[in-house]
């Protein structure tokens, strides 16, 4: 019922959260980092992002000729329910006259926040600016014990603050990029495609940057609706002492809609070869299998999903039940059908992360189930057909579904960014993955 009402639907109009991500203070203070050094004002790389490339322009930032640059301190801390705050502390050495050069700090603090914008991507934006510039005492200075004696309005007066502000905005591009990445298309298998997409703003708490996504799978391009999740999802806190960047969390429905799309673009349509052929005992009970076997040909299962899959998950383990009808035949110029029988499979999930990619496999079947399609075959030959088929899906199910998966599942993530030190832990109704982030290194 489930499947049919979602056909009746749109797959854009059922908006509801099955998976997501908390982002901790620890999160947002780390960053890749290497040593720094007092830098000409023509910046190159980070520690130039406030100075301008020629004296010229310079002037448009501050009044005088900017000599040194050496960012101090680069940080963004939590600020609860409303966003973030970045601040940064630029020494500079700044000459103000011909022959008078000052080192000067210059302060900035900025408030930003994420909010949705009109094509539905996330936006970092800055909601104030305040900078702030200050003399500091020289070394020679303070031997003489001479106080420093420039007044705060005139140091006031060589911070152009509109400009300054301009300058933290175009810090937020390069993320911003980066941001748009999280709605990627990505591949999970030649015809299938996932897609994560924000549904909100982020919302502040003391556990961190909480966002809430939507996974969306396309399959040959088109988008496929899903069934409707019987419990709506919401992403569970970690515990306020989590060392970790970022907690991820996937609820039950996301792994029956990933297996569901599987479905949909035909991952589940099996060709088993039956490793040990149907033996002349079952000639009695089905006699066409005798003209079929005269010639010793391959025993073939054809197997096709007779309903959708179902993931579910329970503390501790994630087990997939798939509902399969097998056509068992044997394979000459064409496929001979002799006999028909419904297969219900539960196999063991194990879930692992590498770099982006959730690792999903079948570990191990856990519960297998054979019935006849004929209602009039009888309990002897039923028992006979499981002694011979039973091996054969018990060892080539579970290898087939790591075949399709064997790429993985991409995780939703942002561009040059990888995970480490993932634990994941399966709870009932939902799998969390507490991780660190790993900034990969840009080339150039």
Do not use: W
Not at 108 to 130: F, Q, R, Y
Not at 238 to 249: I, M, N
Not at 311 to 336: D, P, Y
């Amino acid at each position: 019922l489930s499947i049919f009402l979602s056909l009746l639907v749109p797959a854009h109009t059922i908006r509801s959260p099955d998976c997501g991500g908390i982002l901790t203070p620890s999160g947002l203070k780390y960053r890749k980092s290497r040593p720094t050094s007092p830098t000409p004002a023509a910046g190159r790389g980070g520690s130039g992002t406030f100075s301008a490339e020629t004296p010229n322009s310079s002037t448009r930032i501050f009044r005088s000729q900017i000599n040194t640059v050496k960012v101090d301190e680069f940080s963004l801390t939590l600020v609860r329910d409303t966003g973030m705050r970045l601040s940064i502390d630029v020494d500079l050495g700044i000459t103000s006259a011909p022959s008078t050069t000052k080192e000067m700090q210059l302060s900035i603090l900025a408030d930003l926040h994420v909010e949705m914008n009109p094509e539905g991507n996330l936006e970092l934006v800055t909601s104030a600016c305040k900078p702030t510039l200050e003399e500091l005492q020289s070394t020679e200075e303070m031997d003489r014990s001479a106080p420093c004696t420039s007044s705060g309005s005139d140091v006031d007066k060589q911070i152009n603050v509109e400009k300054i502000c301009l300058e933290v905005s175009k810090l937020l591009l390069f993320p911003n990029e980066r941001l748009m990445s999280l709605a990627a298309p990505f591949p999970i298998t030649p015809s299938c495609q996932v897609r994560y997409v924000p549904l909100a703003a982020p919302m502040y708490s003391e556990q961190g940057f909480i966002i809430s996504l939507q996974a969306t799978f396309q399959v040959s391009g088109t988008a496929i609706p899903l069934p409707v999740s019987p419990v709506p999802f919401s992403m569970p806190e970690p515990a306020r002492s989590s060392p970790s960047h970022l907690t991820l969390a996937f609820s039950e429905h996301f792994y029956t809609s990933l297996f569901f799309a599987l479905e949909t673009a035909g991952a589940f349509n099996m060709t088993i070869l039956v490793r040990t052929p149907p033996c002349p005992e079952i000639t009695p009970f089905l006699p066409q299998t005798g003209s079929l076997f005269q010639e010793d040909l391959p025993v073939v299962l054809q197997a096709a999903t007779r309903s959708s899959p179902r993931v579910v998950l329970e503390e501790g383990k994630a087990i997939l039940k798939l509902f399969l009808t097998a056509q068992i035949g044997a394979v000459s110029s064409v496929f001979q059908s002799f006999l028909s029988m419904n297969v219900d499979v539960s196999a063991r999930l194990h879930l692992s992360v590498t770099d982006t990619r959730m690792i999903i496999s079948a570990a191990a079947i856990e519960d297998i189930e054979l019935s006849l399609a004929a209602s009039d075959v009888g309990p002897v030959l039923a028992a006979l057909l499981e002694e011979l088929f039973l091996p054969t899906i018990r060892e080539e199910v579970p290898a087939q579904i790591n075949e399709i998966l064997r790429e993985g599942v991409f995780l939703p993530h942002i561009a040059s960014f990888t995970y480490t030190n993932v634990n994941v832990t399966v709870h009932r109704d939902y799998v969390l993955m507490p991780c660190n982030l790993q900034l990969e290194a840009r080339s150039g």
